[in-house]
């Protein structure tokens, strides 16, 4: 696993590389952190080796790349992810922006996970060893999330981990003749009657067929972000894995994507598989 | 069984029953069934092969029956003075919104009451402000139909949440935007700042139209008492109604289209847009909520994306009562019933562009408590009846 990490050297994003040290040590390949220079006139190059070598003491490492690029962020981190085939990347929580700046040109985080090709991670909040992980499977893609997951970052994860698989239900009934039992059903019940949820969390759970894997399917009903929100925090959760669209030509401007919304508020990591 | 796997075994029946007989005839019989059972390419035909003659019959005749009642409610509409103003006291702004938000539930239909509304301006019974509160009144009335719908179901035994749902939801967000926007609309028409949006049929829109209808119109206002062909006028306009619901296509998404159809749902303002569009052609926000149903083929919409829908739907509804005003050749009309939709488009943008998440969970929250127990119901039924009968008290 090929990981690539971001750093503007900030103190939130010692946090960040706190998290990506234990990533690392599973990947089996060298790590390479980036920085990106916005104006090499307020920060002159020598800043970015400070950065960087702070970062390895963060991190402990020996077997580290380190890489500096001029320009903005986003763009930046978007280009070495398509030069040096990378299987995830890692940001920490991004500068301050203006909102004048984030009106127009969004914020870094936002914009690496809206466009990237491969997995995101975003951290944030308190940082703890992964321990319960929290996948979120809207159903929207062909392939169950946790497949994603595992085929995309095969070495994430140790198989000791507690995996509760959330679906939330928005749905409401658009019509008084529908029977809605359904609509406040609960994960077991839902698969027991094979209804689409159902089968949707069925597929999810028939990916890790070890029989001791800690597999918990949970079903929730209400606005999709806020009760992600919710079960993240009240189910203190090590990290939060989502799905994220990427849209091409009008359907960028028009299909909404929740992952967005996710990061934004969420107060743990988050990764966004593909 | 999936449906291939259906069609695979009825052809391999068939397959079996060929090579079962000898005879010509059977096989013959069984190979044209085989021939029936292949899916071939559909050949494109031209529109006016495929446009369906009955149904542009019936939207002819719906839109005739709209220009002759509109005729006679405008030539009766003197003759219901009397009882208007006697018999219901309907004198100030208040007493205009109750009644028509009462005379729509009356109807169950709000388009006949606003249409009326415009007749009462023209024949100088209510003023301004008094049409457009009898508009206002009459979409609030309108609002209370899909609940109603959800109401019977729940009597008959079904789940009382997911029948009345839907209808609470239409009901709340038609109140919450509608009255904000009756003020806004009232302070616009009393200052006359969208005066000069006007517009009539024209002199030779209405001597067609005359030509039209008058062979119609002109022996039942001579033979009828103004009343009578104000009522007949009511009860014309709700037939064109129904002929027109029967006119529109089925509506109906396939399967294919739903997965970004799906998320296309989930941004508010594609929602609010499209919710417009559906009820411009479809001029119900009734029969366009049905228009949801089959974005999931269970008949489940998602709690994020039906409020701007409704909130889009409740703008365009106005459209036939703009057509009404077009057709009495009033332009104050035109400008009492474009200053409704401009001040609820106001109102529904500002929610969605500035405090759409808090109103969501706000109107979802009522919802819930509404639906949660049967008191809670009672409570809300009741205000809705009794509000209104105030309006018309004060």
């Given at each position: 696993m090929r990981i690539l990490m971001t750093t503007d050297g900030s103190s939130r994003s010692e946090s960040a590389l706190r998290f990506c040290a234990q990533l690392a040590s599973r990947a089996g390949e060298p790590l390479t952190i980036l920085t990106v220079i916005e104006h090499t006139r307020d920060r002159p190059p020598p800043q970015a080796d400070v950065i960087l070598s702070d970062a390895c003491n963060i991190l402990g490492m020996q077997d580290v790349r380190t890489r500096v690029r001029i320009g903005r962020p986003a763009d930046e981190i978007l280009s070495e992810i398509e030069e040096g085939n990378y299987d995830l990347v890692i940001l920490g929580k991004n500068r301050a922006h203006t909102w004048l700046a984030l009106f127009f040109r969004g914020s870094t985080v936002v914009n690496v996970a809206k466009h990237a090709h491969i997995p995101v991670m975003v951290v944030r909040g308190h940082v703890c060893p992964i321990l319960r992980v929290m996948l979120c499977d809207s159903g929207g893609g062909?392939?169950?999330i946790l497949s994603r997951l595992t085929t995309q970052l095969p070495d994430l994860l140790?198989?000791?981990?507690?995996?509760?698989?959330?679906?939330?239900m928005s749905q409401i009934?658009?019509?008084?003749?529908?029977?809605?039992?359904?609509?406040?059903?609960?994960?077991?019940?839902?698969?027991?009657?094979?209804?689409p949820e159902g089968e949707?969390?069925?597929?999810d759970i028939k990916v890790i067929e070890r029989p001791d894997a800690n597999l918990v399917p949970k079903v929730l009903h209400g606005l999709v972000v806020d009760e992600i929100l919710a079960e993240a925090r009240s189910g203190d959760y090590d990290l939060v894995v989502i799905g994220a669209h990427r849209g091409k030509g009008w359907r960028r401007f028009l299909l909404d994507d929740l992952a967005h919304k996710i990061i934004a508020y969420v107060d743990r990591p988050v990764l966004i598989v593909r | 069984m999936t449906e291939s796997d259906h069609s695979h075994r009825t052809m391999s029946n068939n397959a079996q029953g060929y090579s079962s007989t000898n005879n010509l005839e059977d096989s013959l019989e069984d190979s044209l069934v085989i021939l029936d059972k292949l899916v071939l390419p559909e050949v494109s035909r031209p529109w006016w092969e495929r446009a369906h003659l009955a149904k542009i019959s019936l939207f002819i005749s719906s839109l005739y029956l709209f220009v002759v009642s509109i005729t006679l409610m405008k030539d009766g509409a003197r003759g219901v003075a009397p009882l208007v103003r006697g018999l219901f006291s309907v004198t100030n702004v208040g007493n205009c919104l109750g009644f028509g938000w009462l005379f729509a539930y009356t109807i169950m239909s709000g388009s006949p009451v606003a249409a009326a509304s415009l007749t009462f301006f023209d024949a100088g019974l209510l003023d301004k402000l008094g049409a457009f509160a009898?508009?206002?009144?009459?979409?609030l009335g309108a609002g209370f139909i899909v609940l109603f719908i959800g109401f019977i179901y729940v009597l008959r035994g079904r789940d009382r949440a997911t029948s009345l749902s839907m209808g609470v939801i239409s009901l709340t967000v038609t109140i919450t935007t509608y009255l904000p926007g009756f003020f806004l609309g009232a302070l616009i028409l009393r200052a006359g700042w969208l005066d000069v949006v006007q517009l009539?049929?024209?002199?030779?829109?209405?001597?067609i139209i005359d030509r039209l209808v008058a062979p119609i119109t002109e022996p039942l206002v001579n033979l009828l008492p103004n009343w009578a062909v104000f009522l007949l006028g009511l009860g014309v306009i709700l037939l064109s109604f129904k002929l027109f619901d029967k006119c529109l296509p089925q509506m109906s998404i396939k399967d294919s289209q739903l997965g970004w159809l799906s998320r296309l749902v989930y941004r508010p303002v594609v929602m609010f847009v499209l919710g417009a569009l559906v009820t411009m052609i479809s001029m119900s926000v009734s029969l366009s909520l049905s228009i949801l149903v089959p974005l999931s083929a269970r008949g489940f919409v998602r709690r994020e994306n039906v409020i701007p829908y409704i909130m889009g739907a409740n703008i365009t509804t106005f459209i036939d009562t703009l057509l009404a005003a077009v057709l009495l050749n009033n332009q104050p009309a035109f400008t009492i019933v474009y200053v409704g939709m401009f001040s609820i488009s106001i109102v529904s943008l500002a929610i969605l562009f500035t405090v759409y998440p808090r109103y969501l969970r706000g109107v979802l929250g009522f919802v819930s408590w509404v639906t949660d127990t049967n008191r809670n119901l009672a409570i809300f039924m009741a205000a809705i009846f009794v509000v209104p009968i105030v309006l018309m008290l004060i």
């Open positions: 062909v392939t169950p140790k198989g000791d981990e507690e995996i509760t698989i959330l679906h939330v009934s658009a019509g008084p003749g529908v029977r809605g039992q359904q609509l406040r059903a609960g994960a077991e019940e839902l698969i027991e009657t094979h209804t949707l969390l069925k597929r | 009898m508009i206002t009144g009459s979409r009539d049929s024209g002199a030779l829109l209405r001597s």
